[in-house]
């Protein structure tokens, strides 16, 4: 009786890490196909602040030569 338990105990046992193991295979293919290594976005978080600083550079150039000259 209690190695009959034991062994139902095991085999469920054994198909949760199947289910798991599943679940953390989808979760890597995920994570590879679909974001980005932080390596991979620096060349872009580096350009989209380059050109943030420039418009906001000329933002307030125009402000002070609109103090200025008035």
Known sequence: MENESVQILLARLDERMCNVETAV?????????????????????KCVYGLVSIILVAVVGAIVALVVTH
């Open 25 to 45: 295979g989808h979760i890597n293919r995920k994570l590879d196909e679909k974001y980005v290594t932080h390596a991979e976005f620096e060349p872009v978080k």
